[in-house]
């Protein structure tokens, strides 16, 4: 008899592992280069801005929506609305990604005490 198991991704399967486990303990597994990485993406963006490079702006706002995507567990990111808050204007679409991830998941997790505190100086 023989068995027959899906073809998986061993690398997919074990980051979404490690995704649930960073959730229930309130840590991200990433190394600190990569959790600070939405900052470097939204100064590079602002730089972008400034010197409207179009380019390198939407490949910043792409990787910074992609490197967020674990937001919730990643302490860095709230480092990383402080930078996207005072170097872009009020209407800009780093400030909508940020405010769509944030009101996403306050819907489905709710907004805890820490988590307020830290964004509450922001629009």
Same mark, same amino acid.
């Given at each position: 008899? #023989?068995?027959?198991? #899906?073809?998986?991704?061993?690398?997919? *399967?074990?980051?979404?592992? /490690?995704?649930?486990?960073?959730?229930?303990?309130?840590? *991200?597994?990433?190394?600190?280069?990569?959790?600070?990485?939405? +900052? /470097?993406?939204?100064?590079?963006?602002?730089?972008?801005?400034?010197?409207?490079?179009?380019?390198?702006? #939407?490949?910043?706002?792409?990787? %910074?929506?992609?490197?967020?995507?674990?937001? %919730?567990?990643?302490?860095?990111?709230?480092?990383?609305?402080?930078?996207?808050?005072?170097?872009?204007?009020? @209407?800009?679409?780093?400030?909508?990604?940020?405010? @769509? *991830?944030?009101?996403?998941? +306050?819907?489905?997790?709710?907004?805890?005490?820490?988590?307020?505190?830290? +964004?509450?100086?922001?629009?």
């Amino acid at each position: 008899m #023989e068995v027959q198991l #899906e073809k998986l991704d061993p690398d997919e *399967s074990y980051h979404e592992s /490690f995704d649930l486990l960073s959730r229930e303990i309130g840590k *991200s597994w990433k190394p600190v280069a990569m959790q600070k990485a939405p +900052i /470097f993406h939204a100064k590079m963006y602002a730089t972008a801005d400034k010197y409207n490079i179009v380019g390198l702006r #939407e490949l910043a706002l792409e990787k %910074f929506v992609a490197d967020t995507a674990d937001y %919730f567990t990643n302490p860095a990111f709230y480092d990383a609305i402080d930078t996207v808050y005072a170097t872009t204007p009020a @209407n800009d679409r780093l400030r909508k990604a940020v405010a @769509n *991830s944030l009101c996403a998941d +306050i819907k489905v997790y709710g907004l805890r005490p820490p988590r307020r505190r830290e +964004i509450g100086g922001h629009p």
